[in-house]
């Protein structure tokens, strides 16, 4: 490949080269002074997919249509609406169809799938996670271990990134699972961390914990739809992940989770509801529960038709982008975007760190930087000629090209603004 150029047209050759180019189109854009911001943020929340109202509306119709009848007269039946997003999802984070369901949010469905797979055991209690998850994961965690009489104090265990470094080191985590060995009962942590944008080595971590007799479990908050993931062939036990960040399906959408093949059929405990009841009998509404042989089990109410309704059209987008070409797209979008932030920092003698590893098969399409000194007075010189990034606590600007609808024209955008913006 030649190497990256700063300039206009050199961004626009790469635009017009890149085959999912189109998919732009098929997105609103928040407008600044007239013009489509430059939307850095869909590691936050992705960009509203123009098919979605058409969608919503949809059931809306069929509602008013149909009334309770619309269960099974729907365009797209509400009974089994789950069902048609089976296929996209099992092949989005390369699992099988049974292994996959979508249903709930995020941090409920890490709440119930750690009923399942966290099961403390006289000194096999302990859960290792990374250093500074997201919040609510901690909290998840944290709680589990305590209502299951434990002290997360002791038994939460984080994984640190060495002394002046930002990142974790595969092989740490690994020495720290073997070292913790039959007192570990669960590694659990983020596919992508939010705030580092770093990679983890799925694959690697499940095989250790699984040497160690601990299972292993994943947040895919950050990886699904920004990876390519292959959960069932690194047998990963479990996993679960959000639909409104880089999967596009508006805010507080319905969310996934994954149950590895080797786990279904057997008789795990479970928080039951009638929705992971056998669909053949579900409506007999009989006394004793009998859970359906796939991830569905897990499910506990009725599908939240009009979340899924979005979720479906983008869905339907990543079927046509397919993960293995916006992946391509992704490593030269961010690898763009680092050059030039690169660039930029030294035309203006400005101290701009990434923190992300810059290996790509350690990072998705997020970099996060960081500005010594003048973090938040950057960000909002940013925010104020139209860049939309993210701001996290206590130093970091986060900025995430997508694949999916940012372009390379973008990146350079972007990149002119930073320089106006440090000087
Ligand atoms: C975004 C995010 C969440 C948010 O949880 P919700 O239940 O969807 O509100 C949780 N964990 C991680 C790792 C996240 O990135």
């Known amino acids: 490949?030649?190497?990256?150029?700063?300039?206009?047209?050199?961004?626009?050759?790469?635009?017009?080269?890149?085959?999912?180019?189109?998919?732009?189109?098929?997105?609103?854009?928040?407008?600044?002074?007239?013009?489509?911001?430059?939307?850095?943020?869909?590691?936050?929340?992705?960009?509203?997919?123009?098919?979605?109202?058409?969608?919503?509306?949809?059931?809306?119709?069929?509602?008013?249509?149909?009334?309770?009848?619309?269960?099974?007269?729907?365009?797209?039946?509400?009974?089994?609406?789950?069902?048609?997003?089976?296929?996209?999802?099992?092949?989005?984070?390369?699992?099988?169809?049974?292994?996959?369901?979508?249903?709930?949010?995020?941090?409920?469905?890490?709440?119930?799938?750690?009923?399942?797979?966290?099961?403390?055991?006289?000194?096999?209690?302990?859960?290792?996670?990374?250093?500074?998850?997201?919040?609510?994961?901690?909290?998840?965690?944290?709680?589990?271990?305590?209502?299951?009489?434990?002290?997360?104090?002791?038994?939460?265990?984080?994984?640190?990134?060495?002394?002046?470094?930002?990142?974790?080191?595969?092989e740490d985590i690994i020495a720290r699972i073997n070292e913790l060995g039959e007192e570990l009962a669960l590694v659990c942590i983020g596919g992508v961390n939010f705030y580092t944008g770093q990679a983890f080595d799925m694959a690697a971590i499940t095989q250790a914990a699984h040497a160690v007799g601990a299972i292993a479990g994943f947040d895919l908050a950050h990886a699904a739809g920004n990876l390519q993931l292959k959960l069932h062939d690194w047998n990963v036990d479990f996993a679960c992940w959000c639909t409104y960040k880089y999967l596009n399906s508006g805010p507080g959408s319905v969310a996934g989770a994954f149950v590895h093949e080797r786990h279904l059929g057997k008789g795990l405990p479970l928080f039951a509801g009638w929705w992971g009841h056998d669909k053949k009998e579900r409506f007999k509404m009989e006394r004793t529960f009998k859970p359906m042989p796939t991830a569905e089990a897990w499910q506990v109410s009725n599908a939240p038709v009009f979340s899924m309704a979005v979720h479906r059209v983008a869905l339907e987008q990543f079927d046509r982008a397919g993960m293995d070409r916006l992946r391509a797209k992704s490593e030269q979008l961010t690898a763009y975007l680092a050059f030039t932030i690169g660039a930029v920092a030294k035309e203006t003698g400005s101290k701009l760190e990434v923190i992300t590893p810059s290996d790509p098969a350690q990072r998705g399409c997020q970099l996060s930087v960081l500005a010594h000194g003048k973090g938040r007075g950057l960000f909002d010189a940013l925010t104020e000629r139209g860049v939309v990034a993210d701001w996290r606590e206590p130093n970091v600007i986060r900025v995430a090209p997508v694949p999916m609808y940012n372009s390379f024209e973008d990146v350079f955008r972007f990149g002119m603004i930073l320089k106006q913006a440090l000087q």
């Open 1 to 170: 490949m030649k190497p990256f150029e700063n300039s206009l047209s050199y961004a626009q050759a790469c635009d017009a080269k890149d085959p999912l180019r189109a998919f732009r189109d098929e997105f609103h854009f928040p407008q600044h002074e007239g013009k489509p911001v430059i939307y850095f943020t869909g590691n936050s929340l992705g960009l509203q997919p123009k098919g979605a109202a058409a969608a919503l509306k949809q059931e809306l119709d069929d509602w008013s249509a149909f009334g309770v009848e619309g269960h099974f007269k729907a365009t797209h039946p509400w009974y089994s609406y789950h069902e048609e997003l089976t296929g996209s999802t099992a092949r989005l984070v390369g699992a099988k169809e049974e292994e996959v369901v979508v249903m709930n949010q995020l941090t409920s469905n890490l709440h119930f799938l750690l009923v399942s797979f966290f099961r403390p055991n006289g000194t096999r209690k302990k859960i290792l996670t990374e250093q500074r998850p997201f919040p609510s994961d901690t909290y998840a965690l944290a709680s589990q271990i305590a209502f299951h009489g434990g002290d997360p104090e002791n038994d939460l265990v984080e994984v640190a990134p060495r002394a002046g470094e930002y990142t974790l080191r595969t």
